[in-house]
């Protein structure tokens, strides 16, 4: 049974790496040198893997940082995306609406046709138009 007055071995809590990650992320931040995980990673005497599994806000606090949050780029994303669904959106209402517009062009222009073709014959003095009788 272990004694209960033993000291723990001198390992790393998680408070004081996650001090040593604040601490290493700040002084880069300070110092304006190359942020990155992996360079934290390294100051803090840590690995990259450990930032991701264990410190997932540090590492979005990097990303954040760097301007590669993920959190970003899916909101910039998905703003993108519904700005781009809105004007599909106007453009298939505008597109129904030529498309209503071009059936009635058409029928006018079937009809002006037929009118075309009956003042032609009507001209070349072959056809006599003949006035409607009201049936009885």
């Known amino acids: 049974m272990a004694d209960p007055t033993k000291q723990r071995p001198s390992g790393r809590s998680r408070s004081k790496t996650l001090d040593a990650l604040d601490k290493a992320v700040d002084g880069m931040v300070a110092a304006d040198e190359k942020l990155s995980i992996a360079s934290v990673a390294r100051a803090a005497?840590?690995?990259p893997a450990l930032i991701h599994n264990t410190y997932p806000?540090?590492?979005e606090r990097i990303r954040t940082l760097v301007g590669?949050?993920?959190?970003?780029?899916?909101?910039?994303?998905?703003l993108?995306?519904?700005s781009e669904r809105e004007k599909n959106r106007v453009l298939r209402?505008?597109?129904?609406?030529?498309?209503?517009?071009l059936a009635k062009v058409a029928s006018v222009n079937q009809r002006?046709?037929?009118?075309v073709a009956e003042l032609r014959a009507l001209s070349s003095e072959k056809v006599i138009l003949l006035p409607l009788t009201p049936s009885i």
């Open 68 to 78: 590669k949050s993920v959190r970003a780029q899916r909101d910039l994303k998905h």
């Open 80 to 82: 993108a995306l519904v």
């Open 112 to 115: 002006l046709m037929f009118e």
């Open 45 to 47: 005497g840590v690995t």
């Open 57 to 59: 806000a540090v590492a």
């Open 93 to 101: 209402a505008e597109n129904d609406q030529l498309l209503a517009e």
